[in-house]
């Protein structure tokens, strides 16, 4: 699971991100959750944690997320009126990391407000909600609606940070060393 965290998660791990996402397949249930145990107790001290929002046959898509970073943006009056409107009532973590994992395992698409909990402005979140997904500025990580030169920015230095990660691992640092503490 380390080699998914550098890949998939690395400007998570640096601290340029509040969160990421990525699918995990996994031999049994039992390996699963030990990885999890242990990478958690691992990343705990750095202020991060690693969440299942969703398991299907050998496959767990696996939320990391820098807990301070994210209780910070919870708190942000517009990003609560916009989680709002998808029923996100109460904004203490688990509540509502509770009603994500319950809307990405209800939903036949995928919740699009999952990008709040990623770090994706706030308008280009609303604007692929408005727009269906078309009509973007530009598109990386995600469709830009909003600031689109901050957004390409932003595209390069997370590739930067994974590209750096990537070898570092390749050199032997550990996934602890690699996590930056808050």
């Known amino acids: 699971m380390e080699d998914y965290l550098i890949e998939f998660c690395s400007p998570t791990l640096a601290s340029l991100k ?6 995990y397949a996994y031999a049994s249930r039992q390996e699963l959750t030990e990885q999890l ?20 046959k050998d496959r767990a898509l696996i939320y990391l997320c820098r807990r301070s970073q994210l209780v910070k943006l ?9 989680l709002a409107e998808y029923g996100y009532i109460r904004l203490d973590l688990e509540s509502v990391l509770w009603h994500l994992q319950c809307r990405v395992c209800s939903s036949e698409e995928f919740p699009h407000e999952i990008g709040i909990f ?4 706030l308008e280009d979140v609303e604007g692929f909600i408005r727009c269906n997904g078309r009509c973007s ?3 990386g990580i995600w ?24 070898r570092l691992w390749q050199e032997g640092r550990s996934v602890r060393q690699l996590t930056v503490a808050v």
């Open 118 to 121: 990623l770090g994706y402005p």
């Open 143 to 166: 469709k830009v609606y909003g600031d689109a030169e901050a957004a390409q920015k932003l595209f390069a230095q997370y590739a930067k940070c994974r590209s750096v990660y990537r």
């Open 18 to 23: 509040v969160g990421s996402l990525f699918n």
């Open 74 to 82: 919870l708190h942000r009056p517009e990003i609560a009126r916009f």
């Open 37 to 56: 145990e242990r990478l958690n107790e691992l990343l705990a001290e750095k202020g991060l944690f690693l969440r299942v929002l969703r398991v299907h």
């Open 137 to 139: 500025k530009c598109a």
